[in-house]
Nanobody, 124 residues
Framework: QVQLIESGGGLVQAGGSLRLSCAASGGTFSVYGMGWFRQAPGKEREFLAAINWYGDNTAYADSVKGRFTISRVNAKKTVYLQMNSLKPEDTAVYYC?????????????????WGQGTQVTVSS
């Protein structure tokens, strides 16, 4: 069973950048697609970005396209989310997740393992 641990969250001013990391342990990492989601207080969990098993295909939500970049290093069993030009509305708890297969997925129902989340707060 894959376990996921996110890191890299914190407090940043609007316009700044953060890079989130998600390290996997146990199970097999390299054959699965991975995704990043976020959840703000009182809101549903929102899809942000996904990457396929090989890392050559990605997808993004419109709200982050052009600002966020997802990547992975299978040898390190780690997936990243580079976040630039951050806005106060990006404030949320950010989660990484393991897909049911090796493709790209955008629904929470297509992921079967989740990290505990890392808080990102963007001040205006």
């Amino acid at each position: 069973q894959v376990q996921l641990i996110e890191s890299g969250g914190g407090l940043v001013q609007a316009g700044g950048s953060l890079r989130l990391s998600c390290a996997a342990s146990g199970g097999t990492f390299s054959v699965y697609g991975m995704g990043w989601f976020r959840q703000a207080p009182g809101k549903e969990r929102e899809f942000l970005a996904a990457i396929n098993w090989y890392g050559d295909n990605t997808a993004y939500a419109d709200s982050v396209k052009g600002r966020f970049t997802i990547s992975r290093v299978n040898a390190k069993k780690t997936v990243y989310l580079q976040m630039n030009s951050l806005k106060p509305e990006d404030t949320a708890v950010y989660y990484c997740a393991k897909g049911l297969g090796g493709d790209i997925y955008q629904s929470t129902h297509q992921y079967d393992a989740w990290g505990q989340g890392t808080q990102v707060t963007v001040s205006s």
